[in-house]
């Protein structure tokens, strides 16, 4: 009788505007208690929760309530990560993917003695119960839940074909959402490492558009000397050499998609300034995740010749032993400074530059200079 999801929802308009907003709300999570208001309208239900049962920590958290405050969701949550006295006779009846109501789970006299009922059910208004177990690609399923007070009575079939009708629509907006929220972690989680860096790292979506910037990568795109930022996009100022850019970057997130990280390329960008041209090498990321939105799909690294090296100080302290004074040389001497001139920057003589740099070269196992500079070269280096 209520099979028809337009009957349900009194009109085909209504129930194309709720859809638009479930996919709507695949993008911005915020959209979601707006999605559970309108559904629980539909079904006149005075509350409503969407979450997802996960141990996961890493899961994205799919959780959101509409006219529900999180302090009377609590306590039944509460009392279902404890016992499963209900729950596994409640879910046995209603495999995933069809609605599922609370009469048929337990007899009426015996859920009114439950303590869940005690506790939470009644004091809460929880008390007529129905829902959808949404299964969500391969990460645990979601579950769709309304609630109203005895007094109203059961939810019925007309209920349940709005949520028959619903359902496709809410696993496909789910799955894209969750596998959004992995890409924004996987980033978030790259980011993280990639900012110790003090080489800059762009990362680029499948699309070719800019989803992850390090520290230095700001600085860079910022003073814009050489490279800039356009609608998303990594464009270099010199149009002749634009091109040859945009090409190399959709190579390479090509390769990036098809998972052949191989392929790898390199090229110079001349800057207005006059100073010496930025070093770009572009190459293809591997990632895990199946959806193109968002991931990280090729890396581009670029080196600022005119940038000064950050100090090795306390890695020399801490691998060697080095003195204060002796890493403030070795630093020097890193930065393509000679002896005599580091002598100078320091306050020092030249004796004592050249009595420094021989106490640097036996605790580093050096025996010349530039073996020195090498080894600084190969250094862990962070920002």
């Given at each position: 009788?209520?099979?028809?999801?337009?009957?349900?929802?009194?009109?085909?308009?209504?129930?194309?505007?709720?859809i638009e907003l479930i996919y709507d709300a695949s993008d911005k999570a915020s959209l979601w208690p707006v999605v559970l208001d309108r559904i629980a309208e539909a079904v006149d239900g005075d509350q409503i929760a969407l979450f997802s049962n996960s141990a996961d920590a890493a899961a994205p958290n799919v959780s959101?309530?509409?006219?529900?405050?999180?302090?009377?969701?609590?306590?039944?949550?509460?009392?279902?990560?404890?016992?499963?006295?209900?729950?596994?006779?409640?879910?046995?009846?209603?495999?995933?993917?069809?609605?599922?109501?609370?009469?048929?789970?337990?007899?009426?006299?015996?859920?009114?003695?439950?303590?869940?009922?005690?506790?939470?059910?009644?004091?809460?208004?929880?008390?007529?119960?129905?829902?959808?177990?949404?299964?969500?690609?391969?990460?645990?399923?979601?579950?769709?839940?309304?609630?109203?007070?005895?007094?109203?009575?059961?939810?019925?079939?007309?209920?349940?074909?709005?949520?028959?009708?619903?359902?496709?629509?809410?696993?496909?907006?789910?799955?894209?959402?969750?596998?959004?929220?992995?890409?924004?972690?996987?980033?978030?989680?790259?980011?993280?490492?990639?900012?110790?860096?003090?080489?800059?790292?762009?990362?680029?979506?499948?699309?070719?558009?800019?989803?992850?910037?390090?520290?230095?990568?700001?600085?860079?795109?910022?003073?814009?000397?050489?490279?800039?930022?356009?609608?998303?996009?990594?464009?270099?100022?010199?149009?002749?050499?634009?091109?040859?850019?945009?090409?190399?970057?959709?190579?390479?997130?090509?390769?990036?998609?098809?998972?052949?990280?191989?392929?790898?390329?390199?090229?110079?960008?001349?800057?207005?300034?006059?100073?010496?041209?930025?070093?770009?090498?572009?190459?293809?990321?591997?990632?895990?995740?199946?959806?193109?939105?968002?991931?990280?799909?090729a890396l581009v690294y670029i080196n600022d010749p005119a940038k000064l090296p950050n100090s090795c100080g306390t890695l020399l302290r801490q691998l060697y032993g080095l003195s204060p004074a002796e890493c403030r040389l070795a630093d020097m001497l890193h930065q393509g400074l000679e002896v005599r001139e580091a002598?100078?920057?320091?306050?020092?003589?030249?004796?004592?530059?050249?009595?420094?740099?021989?106490?640097?070269?036996?605790?580093?196992?050096?025996?010349?200079?530039?073996?020195?500079?090498?080894?600084?070269?190969?250094?862990?280096?962070?920002?």
């Amino acid at each position: 009788m209520y099979e028809n999801g337009e009957q349900s929802f009194d009109g085909a308009q209504n129930l194309l505007s709720l859809i638009e907003l479930i996919y709507d709300a695949s993008d911005k999570a915020s959209l979601w208690p707006v999605v559970l208001d309108r559904i629980a309208e539909a079904v006149d239900g005075d509350q409503i929760a969407l979450f997802s049962n996960s141990a996961d920590a890493a899961a994205p958290n799919v959780s959101s309530l509409a006219r529900m405050a999180p302090k009377d969701l609590a306590p039944y949550t509460a009392y279902y990560k404890s016992t499963r006295v209900h729950t596994e006779r409640c879910q046995a009846p209603f495999p995933a993917g069809t609605v599922r109501y609370s009469p048929p789970a337990a007899p009426g006299t015996e859920f009114d003695s439950s303590e869940i009922c005690g506790d939470c059910r009644i004091p809460h208004g929880m008390y007529c119960r129905f829902g959808l177990k949404v299964p969500v690609s391969d990460r645990p399923v979601a579950y769709l839940t309304c609630m109203r007070p005895r007094q109203r009575g059961h939810f019925d079939e007309r209920e349940g074909a709005i949520f028959k009708t619903l359902l496709p629509h809410l696993q496909r907006s789910l799955r894209h959402y969750v596998q959004s929220e992995q890409a924004k972690s996987e980033i978030k989680n790259l980011k993280s490492v990639v900012d110790m860096f003090d080489r800059a790292v762009i990362g680029l979506s499948g699309e070719g558009i800019v989803v992850l910037l390090n520290r230095e990568a700001e600085r860079i795109i910022e003073i814009g000397n050489g490279l800039k930022l356009v609608r998303g996009r990594l464009v270099a100022v010199s149009s002749s050499e634009n091109a040859k850019l945009q090409s190399q970057i959709a190579k390479a997130v090509e390769n990036g998609l098809m998972q052949n990280t191989a392929q790898s390329t390199a090229l110079l960008l001349s800057r207005p300034s006059d100073q010496v041209p930025l070093q770009l090498a572009i190459t293809p990321f591997e990632s895990n995740l199946k959806s193109n939105n968002g991931q990280v799909a090729a890396l581009v690294y670029i080196n600022d010749p005119a940038k000064l090296p950050n100090s090795c100080g306390t890695l020399l302290r801490q691998l060697y032993g080095l003195s204060p004074a002796e890493c403030r040389l070795a630093d020097m001497l890193h930065q393509g400074l000679e002896v005599r001139e580091a002598a100078y920057r320091a306050k020092n003589t030249l004796e004592t530059a050249r009595f420094h740099l021989k106490k640097v070269l036996a605790k580093t196992g050096t025996r010349r200079q530039s073996e020195l500079i090498r080894l600084m070269m190969t250094l862990p280096r962070i920002a």
